[in-house]
């Protein structure tokens, strides 16, 4: 097939939550699956020469000349026999040997389209990285891999579990000790992207010399089950990444190609395979102590880890959460670097353009935009020995205002709350944010669309099926800083034999509450009731409560929107029969203020994040 191989920047945005792909997708799942099982069928009575895929030792195919370097495919054998193809930019003019930065995920697109026919090109995933940060020009070679079961890769994809482990160990080490190599590598990534860094992190690589990591996820059942409520994507999920690793060809390109042997050995490695299937499965079980998630625990792996981390996470992301944040830090042992705010699932360089965020301008999605200029030089320190790496974290509040400082978060002090008793009935209705529109109340959090984004559903939540606990006005400002923890202890009531029902959930949520009583919401989780006591650990956060303004805390069932819930048959009743809140409060003046502003995710929360809780 023919190859088109000058560069080209044609940047579409930013990867898209993975509910929106799957609902731009799952029209086309049926057809894909159908083709690729014909695909199967055709292959099986025979089609002509195919391109037999390489058995044994790596396989590098120069592939053209690219703006400031040259280009490679690379097919790098795993110790489970799956081939992981990877494309390989090498600068033209090196000299000597250069560090290696390697993005590895689901989302490279090998095919663009180039007038009547389809040309394959090196990803553009990462154009803005690759061109606006000059990598090859500066003397980084620059590997994009597919994950097991995408792309170009052979065998059933993994979903951050042992294989994709063993796999990116294999690349890491594969780019550590090529000819080109200086055997430093650097990751970068955001999603699920970033996720690959953090896996990669946990594995002590060696010739892992950083991770830069976006908006990744922390613990992949907390993602899918929050404390064992499904989130709305559990199941789209699972199904987009499928369709994703079938990564369908353009209609021409020729059966007997090696890129169409390897679309059908994807397709029926993860529709048809009775192993890829169950895998695939697994995914849907809601026990936490399964053996499926304990392995996708990213968090766990980091512990102890001394490899460079530059983390960047939104607080109010609405796909990725920061969920596990605090605990990741924690577990760090080297030295990490984070951008900390308020913005929802961008990159830290994303304009609202790139982002297709509010009016679609050049303001910067996060509020800063230094963030490639500040990669550059953790990588330049990391990977090269040159100059000083970034240090430290800046920490964006509610306020909009930015801060540098040494770490975060900054511990000052522990409030503990002793929280209202009461009782609530289990309908499954209720919102944790709702706006007025009309005469109607309609909720605004919805799985996985940004705060900013002007999308509501009805919502049937009643402010009175809820504990409250009003706080007194703060008569200084506050700062909470870090992830609120939560004790409840229930007394479930009803008379229904179902066992899924006896399972009854819990839902907190804190707001912070001005002195005209209008509410926005701080931060939330949900969790499954245990006998007895529920611990639950909110979203991490940095908010700024200002003097006079006062905490409201509601537990309550369901924070429906964003989490799943069966209607439930009992309508069983919960007795809170005691609780504590235990907020992580740090300094109101903690570090040093920088240059930063506001953005259109934080200006969008404020405004649609809110709900009516009672005066009293």
């Not at 020995?385 to 970034?390: A, D």
């Not at 992580?584 to 405004?607: I, M, R």
């Amino acid at each position: 097939m023919a190859l088109n191989l000058a560069w080209t920047r044609n940047r579409t945005g930013p990867s898209v939550t993975l509910k929106t792909m799957f609902a731009q997708r799952t029209a086309g799942l049926r057809a894909a699956l159908c083709i690729a099982i014909a695909a199967c069928a055709v292959l099986a009575v025979g089609s002509g020469p195919v391109a037999a895929a390489p058995q044994n030792a790596a396989e590098t195919v120069f592939m053209g000349p690219i703006r400031g370097g040259n280009w490679f495919a690379a097919y790098i054998p795993t110790s489970s026999g799956a081939k992981i193809y990877a494309d390989v930019l090498i600068p033209r003019n090196r000299v000597g040997r250069v560090p290696a930065v390697l993005a590895m995920g689901p989302y490279f697109q090998h095919y663009r389209q180039g007038g009547e026919f389809p040309v394959q090109q090196p990803p553009e995933r990462y154009d803005d990285l690759v061109e606006n940060g000059h990598l090859l020009d500066r003397g980084y070679a620059v590997v994009f891999a597919d994950l097991r079961g995408f792309g170009g890769s052979t065998g059933c994809l993994d979903n951050s579990g042992p294989a994709d482990h063993a796999d990116i160990r294999a690349v890491v080490r594969w780019a550590a000790t090529q000819r080109w190599s200086s055997g430093k590598v650097g990751m970068y990534g955001k999603s699920y992207d970033g996720v690959s860094g953090l896996v990669a992190a946990g594995e002590r690589i060696p010739g892992l010399a950083a991770v830069v990591a976006q908006e990744p996820v922390y613990d992949w059942y907390r993602y899918l089950y929050g404390n064992g409520i499904p989130r709305t994507t559990r199941v789209g999920t699972p199904l987009s990444l499928a369709y994703t690793s079938m990564n369908p060809l353009p209609a021409n390109v020729a059966v007997d190609s090696r890129e169409f042997q390897n679309f059908v050995s994807r397709s029926a490695a993860n529709v048809i395979s009775p192993a890829c299937i169950s895998a695939a499965f697994a995914t849907q079980s809601a026990l936490p102590s399964d053996g499926y998630w304990q392995s996708r625990r990213m968090i766990d792996r980091l512990r102890g880890s001394t490899v460079p981390l530059f983390l960047s996470q939104g607080f109010i992301d609405q796909n990725t959460s920061a969920d596990g944040l605090t605990e990741a830090l924690h577990n760090m042992s080297g030295p990490v670097t984070g951008w900390l705010g308020m913005w929802d699932h961008v990159r830290g360089n994303d304009t609202d353009r790139t982002s297709m965020m509010g009016q679609a301008t050049d303001r910067p999605s996060t509020g800063r935009s230094d963030y490639l200029e500040q990669v550059g030089q953790f990588y330049d320190h990391y990977l090269k020995g040159q100059g000083q790496p970034p240090r430290g974290f800046l920490v964006q509040d509610n306020t909009g205002s930015w801060r540098a400082q040494s770490d975060w978060p900054m511990r000052a002090s522990t409030r503990s709350v002793r929280l209202n008793h009461g009782s609530y009935r289990y309908d499954g209705n209720q919102a944790s944010v709702k706006i007025l529109v009309g005469g109607r109340w309609l909720a605004t959090q919805i799985d996985g669309v940004a705060a900013a984004s002007n999308v509501t559903q009805t919502t049937h939540d009643r402010v009175a099926n809820a504990v409250w606990t009003l706080l007194p006005p703060e008569p200084t400002a506050i700062r909470i800083s870090g992830s609120p923890r939560v004790r409840v202890r229930t007394r479930v009531n009803h008379n229904d034999s179902n066992p899924f029902v006896q399972q009854t959930p819990v839902a907190v949520n804190i707001y912070d509450v001005d002195p005209s009583g209008r509410a926005v919401m701080i931060t939330q989780n949900v969790s499954m009731l245990n006998r007895g006591d529920t611990w639950i650990r909110l979203f991490a956060t940095d908010w700024l409560v200002k003097a006079g303004h006062r905490l409201v805390v509601r537990v309550t069932d369901a924070n429906r929107g964003r989490w799943d819930y069966p209607v439930p048959t009992s309508n069983a009743t919960v007795d809170v029969v005691d609780g504590q809140l235990r907020l992580p409060l740090g300094p109101v003046d903690a570090g040093t203020p920088t240059e930063g502003t506001s953005n259109t995710s934080l200006e969008g929360y404020l405004q649609r994040y809110t709900y009516p809780v009672p005066r009293s």
